[in-house]
């Protein structure tokens, strides 16, 4: 068939189109385009978000966005994004939405862009490589089976930890605590510092209000899958599971101990009650995704059988300066 391209602003009304295209682009990370309407809705007010569909005949067949990131923010840095419909790679769409993507950002005067894809894909890889974009940083996703889990073969790390003085209680669990919120907040903003990162980057925390604000806007949040360990009143560790309502895995969201609590095996133990819920609830897998350099994580979840997919390469293309 002919090529009869066109590309537009994205709509509302395009969500289950871009959501099929990005499920078939990536099939074993299936999205529902109420997810990506969430995400889209959860970006705090004031960030920059832009998107272009691709339309062949009349059917969207790849899109595009830019936006700022505001976890790492800065106003002249941007996350892009980039599909095609596999059916419809090699005729020059990616080509042409990146045009018009580059001719768009042109206004907001951009410094630095980022931009992923996995190591499997070698035409992305191709392409971000033709377009200037270069490697900066990798992370492996990974998937334990929970066919093959076995909770009591691991009863003894848990009970250790609670001989250790730790309480283990979901968030859920911890409502009438007063400090709650507080505690969580603080126990993330002190061991994200020590999350690594692409290089040059920093975290731009979000304030209380904010981090709440986008945690109970989240429709993939769930109170009972965030698991603490509490010791005398002080949260120490958290492992955090969220809903994938697309298939039936759950996502690991931030594991972490604050470095006084730490080697005593309290990860361990939040990780494996979070993996027997998942268990418990009938699903399949539980997915996670730790950055090459990450050593402690990457031990504790290597321990615990989780398996390696094809690591995700995060590029850069610095437009100016050392960005
Ligand atoms: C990763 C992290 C959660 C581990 O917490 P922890 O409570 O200290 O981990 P545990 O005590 O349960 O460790 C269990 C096992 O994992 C491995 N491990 C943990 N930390 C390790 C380290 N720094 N180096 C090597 N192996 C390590 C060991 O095998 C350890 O068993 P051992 O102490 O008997 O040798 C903690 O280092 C942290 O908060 N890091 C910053 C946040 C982060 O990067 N989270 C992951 C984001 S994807």
Not at 22 to 35: E, G
Not at 66 to 88: D, G, R
Not at 91 to 107: D, F, K, P, T
Not at 189 to 204: I, K, N, Q, Y
């Amino acid at each position: 068939m002919t090529l009869n391209l066109s590309i537009r602003p994205f709509t509302p009304h395009d969500y289950p189109a871009i959501a099929h295209v990005r499920s078939t682009v990536w099939p074993d990370n299936p999205v529902l385009p109420q997810t990506l309407r969430n995400q889209d809705e959860r970006m705090k007010p004031g960030l920059v978000l832009r998107r272009l569909v691709a339309e062949n005949n009349g059917r969207v067949v790849g899109y595009a966005n830019f936006s700022h990131m505001e976890w790492m923010y800065h106003p002249q840095k941007f996350w892009t994004n980039l599909l095609v419909h596999p059916e419809h790679q090699r005729q020059g769409i990616g080509s042409a939405l990146y045009e018009h993507l580059m001719n768009e950002l042109r206004a907001f005067d951009p410094i630095k862009l980022s931009a992923s894809t996995r190591e499997d894909k070698s035409q992305a890889l191709r392409f971000m490589q033709k377009h200037g974009f270069k490697e900066e940083f990798r992370a492996w996703e990974s998937r334990l089976d929970l066919a093959g889990f076995e909770p009591e073969k691991w009863a003894g790390h848990i009970q250790k930890v609670l001989r250790d003085g730790y309480e283990i209680k979901s968030l859920a669990e911890l409502e009438g605590d007063p400090q709650r919120e507080r505690e969580m907040y603080a126990l993330d903003l002190e061991c994200s510092r020590d999350v690594p990162l692409p290089p040059g980057e920093a975290f731009t925390f979000p304030d209380l209000e904010r981090y709440w604000q986008n945690a109970r806007a989240n429709t993939n949040f769930r109170p009972e899958m965030w698991f603490l360990a509490v010791k005398d009143g002080e949260y120490a560790g958290v492992s955090q599971l969220f809903a994938r309502p697309a298939d039936h895995d759950l996502n690991t969201g931030f594991t972490a101990v604050k470095p006084t609590h730490r080697r005593h095996g309290v990860a361990l133990a939040l990780k494996l009650t979070a993996l027997e819920y998942a268990k418990g609830q009938g699903k399949t897998a539980v997915r996670t995704e730790n950055a090459q350099v990450n050593r402690p994580m990457l031990s504790i979840n290597e321990r615990l059988g989780f398996e390696k997919l094809p690591a995700w390469i995060d590029f850069a293309k610095v437009l100016k300066g050392e960005a």
